[in-house]
């Protein structure tokens, strides 16, 4: 299951995106003195007591603004407030409470989430400062001081937060479901395949790029296991993004692919591999998700002969070269060609990004793909590596122990990787890699 989900709110200015880094403990939000810098939903993870969850930022919001910018931020805010398990409202102390404030307050009242109201800027230690006492009156949430450039109160913000979650074992009492984003550029077939798959007209079809708008949940179960699917409106580039609304379905198909376990990246058969099939397939990779490539309308592919499919898909390993460990299927959603070969494709890569591997047996294949190839060497210092062992799953996470990680060249962790692959398989999951050494703690 995905991750409990933490929304940061407020009207534009008082440090949103500031808090949001302290937390993350990275400065991945853009930190200006100007409203409206953070636009879209910002992800990022953080871990407090032990327990692993994520923090979106959002735009600021201006309730009662006409600005298609501004309305714009407002409804990717109200996404993550939608998604969210729990909410931090971020006001700011030095220009007390607002009407923006209050309108913000009215608007997270009828979300019937639960709230916290941080009051940012309180960067004294001491006494209460008085002026939080102001923000009482806002109805809303708990209260806590918090200061986003010193951290301070931001433990027990954290400690509020965690106890919003569910249990972490609710959260593990449908891991038997398998969650799949069917995702791809509009007019790929998505909702086809959803409906084929269903075997009910369970979603609108149309020719008409970008029918679907919104990221539409269907459990399914057959005799391979149980599904949860995720059909999504197709994302278009950002320049071509002119209408609010696609805007918004774009974000919600981040969301889908962020919480999906398996994505189906669909690419029609006639067009190939597009500038943006890799873009939604970069999102995916980046993401960790199992994937497998599935280019659709394949009946729709005039003249085939013996070599077409095999030509085909070196096309498309061509254009994805990045995800090479991906399987890719050819199928028409029309037609139902070959759609009931996916879900043991499905399940096969879905256990491939959840395996473990031991750490002997790591060890093993680190010895003898070393012998077989040596390490490398600068300036006669040869990179020496002590031991490997998996630290993560979704996708498998590997740590290499090392005398200087500045020995350790892109091209052999690269061929390590193929090493780990050629063995133990891990089809259809991206695998990370890092690179420590002597003396630092593992995790």
């Known amino acids: 299951m995905a991750k409990p989900l933490v929304a940061i709110v407020g009207r534009p200015n008082v440090g949103k ?185 369970r979603v609108i079809v149309s020719n008409v790029a970008g029918t679907t708008r919104d990221a539409i949940d269907s459990e399914f179960e057959n005799e391979t296991g149980k599904y949860c699917f995720i059909d999504t409106a197709g994302m278009r580039r950002k320049s071509r993004v002119d209408d609010i609304i696609e805007k918004y379905s774009n974000m919600r198909t981040v969301a889908a692919i962020e919480r999906a376990d398996v994505c189906l990246i669909l690419i029609d058969a006639n067009d190939g591999v597009t500038d943006q099939d890799t873009k939604i397939a970069g999102l995916v990779h980046e993401a960790g998700k199992a994937a497998i490539i599935v280019v659709n309308k394949w009946d729709a592919v005039a003249d085939k002969e013996t070599n077409t499919m095999r030509d085909k898909e070196l096309a498309v390993r061509d254009g994805l070269s990045y995800m090479t460990y991906a399987p890719v299927v050819f199928l028409s959603a029309l037609t139902g060609s070959r759609v009931d070969k996916l879900f043991q494709v499905i399940q096969d890569v879905h256990q491939q990004n959840t395996s473990r591997i031991t750490t002997g047996a790591l060890n093993s294949i680190l010895a003898e793909a070393t012998s077989r190839v040596q390490p490398p060497t600068d300036k ?45 398989g891990l089809k259809g999951t991206p695998v990370r890699i890092t690179i420590r050494q002597k003396g630092d703690k593992e995790e």
């Open 17 to 201: 995106s500031m808090l949001f880094n302290k937390l993350t403990g990275r400065r991945t939000s853009i930190v200006e003195d100007t409203p409206g810098v953070t636009r879209d939903r910002i992800y990022g993870d953080c871990e407090w007591c032990g327990r692993n969850f994520s923090l979106v930022d959002t735009g600021g919001i201006e309730p009662g603004t006409e600005n298609d910018m501004l309305l714009f931020m407002r409804r990717q805010a109200e996404i993550g407030i939608e998604l969210a398990d729990c909410i931090v409202m971020v006001v700011d102390v030095r220009s007390g409470v607002t009407a923006a404030d209050q309108d913000v307050a009215t608007m997270l009242r009828k979300a019937g989430k639960p709230v916290a109201l941080a009051v940012n800027k309180c960067d004294s230690i001491g006494p209460v400062n008085p002026d939080v006492y102001e923000f009482y009156g806002l109805g809303i949430g708990d209260l806590f001081e918090v200061s986003a450039v010193h951290g301070h109160g931001t433990g027990d913000l954290l400690d509020w937060c965690l106890e919003q979650f569910p249990d972490a074992d609710e959260e593990e009492e449908d891991s038997d479901i398998i969650r799949v984003a069917i995702v791809g550029k509009p007019n790929v077939g998505k909702s086809s395949l959803l409906n084929r798959i269903l075997g009910e007209e």
């Open 380 to 424: 006669g210092r040869r990179l020496k590596i002590y031991y490997m062992t998996q630290v993560g799953t979704k996708p498998p996470h590997f740590v290499i122990f090392c005398n200087d990680a500045r020995l350790f060249h892109f091209s052999y962790q690269r061929y390590l990787e193929n090493q780990i692959r050629e063995v133990f």
